[in-house]
């Protein structure tokens, strides 16, 4: 079955700090991986996606993340966290043989403590 | 950029009720997608639409019907409301014949309370 786990809920980081955020996907073709963040009161925004080549993607606002196929891991991070950065994130997965579906994991809530 | 809009951002309705919630992309995609949100749950997928007029169940159907007459709107209704469907609603949009390989983008959501 296709699903994507999110095993944090919330993390709280300190600013300045690094950041690792933790995403497992299950997908029986070449998974599509996306990281969205949703800030208070908006929608969600595409930070990154992975389709093909190079493992580690680069997105917006300094984030990376890097796809590991052996783990079945596409781990979102930041080497130093801003207090804007606090918001919900979420990992997802799709591809070419889901049809229409996108897989949202159920998000980890980051806390940035000054 | 893409927009999509949705025309709420906060709707208070009653139980038994008939709602409407509205949605519009700007950009000529050929996917529409309407979210519930729910905590600790992420998202869940009520409804698509890959088509002027043709529409597919999502995961969680019961309750809601959608209506896509025009290529950029995408309506999601709440046939007679519960409190149950008191949730935060999102609309999403994307491209592409398999919409599963393309980011979608989300408009700002309309939280719905039930009373």
């Known amino acids: 079955a296709q699903s994507v786990t999110q095993p944090d809920i919330h993390i709280t980081v300190s600013e300045g700090a690094s950041l690792e955020l933790r995403c497992n996907y299950s997908?029986?073709?070449?998974?599509?991986l996306f990281w969205y963040v949703q800030s208070p009161g908006q929608g969600l925004q595409l930070l990154l996606k992975y389709f093909s080549g190079d493992t580690l993607v680069q997105g917006i606002k300094g984030f990376e993340a890097e796809f590991k196929r052996s783990q079945s891991s596409f781990n979102l991070r930041k080497p130093s966290v801003h207090w804007s950065d606090a918001a919900e994130y979420f990992c997802a997965v799709g591809g070419n043989t889901g049809g229409f579906k996108t897989i949202f994991g159920a998000g980890t809530r980051l806390f940035v403590k000054a | 950029d893409v927009k999509v809009t949705q025309s709420s951002r906060y709707l208070v309705k009653r139980t038994g009720e008939k709602v409407f919630l509205e949605c519009v992309q700007d950009?000529?995609?050929?996917?529409m997608f309407w979210y519930r949100q729910d905590p600790g749950l992420g998202l869940r997928l009520i409804y698509f639409?890959?088509?002027?007029?043709?529409?597919e169940k999502g995961d969680i159907p019961e309750g809601y019907s959608v209506s896509r007459e025009k290529k950029e709107r995408f309506s999601l209704i709440l046939e007679s409301a519960s409190t149950n469907q008191t949730s935060m609603y999102l609309c999403?949009?994307?491209?592409?014949?398999?919409?599963?390989?393309?980011?979608?983008?989300f408009g700002d959501g309309t939280r719905l309370s039930i009373l």
């Open positions: 999403a949009s994307n491209r592409g014949a398999i919409g599963g390989n393309q980011p979608q983008h």
């Open positions: 997908y029986g073709a070449t998974p599509y």
């Open positions: 639409s890959y088509d002027v007029k043709m529409k």
């Open positions: 950009m000529d995609h050929e996917n």
